[in-house]
């Protein structure tokens, strides 16, 4: 049922959407709909944690990573894919902020599961003196998530045309400039994600 609703939302709309159509495209009574998802917003919950739950999704890849550099290159390939992934449901909690308190909801735990992962992967980095010197572990991490938001992703790979590795690439080298000191710096050549 969850990837019926993302099909016909990516589709038609999450507003034009109704539960009764995704009851008919899945196959199922509508009833059955309720009884996994209450309403609509309970659909998005289910896509966002799907997305979040996926194995090479998971922040635990860069703190297990032993190299800083190699660890910078994993943590931009999983913000590339769940920036991909992640298009729809965050277009719906954007255009529903302050409109739909459940939406509002899971908005607010999309963004702090998203930053808590930022604090986890900028912290593995920390914790190895990769970070300039001059550079405070959260303005660190406030700098990662900047970069690495779905409002940057839109703008360069939805609107602007951009490919999704050349979005990674980018991701990787800026991060690098950013956040890196002395040997750690930004090496010439690209990911390897």
Not at 96 to 118: E, F, K, P, T, V
Not at 136 to 147: C, K, Q, R
Request: glycine share 6%; net charge negative; proline share 4%.
């Amino acid at each position: 049922m969850v990837a019926t609703a993302q099909e016909l939302v990516a589709a038609h709309g999450f507003v034009t959407v109704t539960m009764e159509q995704i009851a008919r495209q899945a196959g199922v009574s509508v009833a059955t709909v309720y009884i996994y998802f209450p309403g609509k917003s309970a659909i998005v919950a289910a896509l966002a944690d799907e997305i979040v739950a996926a194995a090479d999704l998971s922040v635990e890849q860069v703190e297990s990573e032993p190299d800083p550099i190699r660890q910078l290159e994993i943590g931009a390939g999983i913000l590339r894919r769940l920036n991909e992934r992640a298009w729809l449901v965050a277009d719906i909690l954007r255009s529903a902020h302050g409109r739909d308190a459940g939406l509002n909801a899971i908005w607010q735990r999309w963004q702090d599961r998203h930053l808590d992962a930022m604090r986890r992967g900028i912290g593995a980095l920390y914790a190895q003196g990769a970070l300039r010197p001059d550079l405070p572990l959260d303005d660190a991490v406030d700098i990662f998530y900047a970069l690495a938001g779905t409002d940057v992703y839109r703008a360069l790979v939805r609107e602007r045309g951009w490919v999704p590795d050349q979005y990674e690439r980018w991701l990787f080298q800026h991060a690098c400039r950013e956040l890196f000191a002395g040997s750690h710096r930004m090496p010439a050549e690209s990911p390897t994600e």
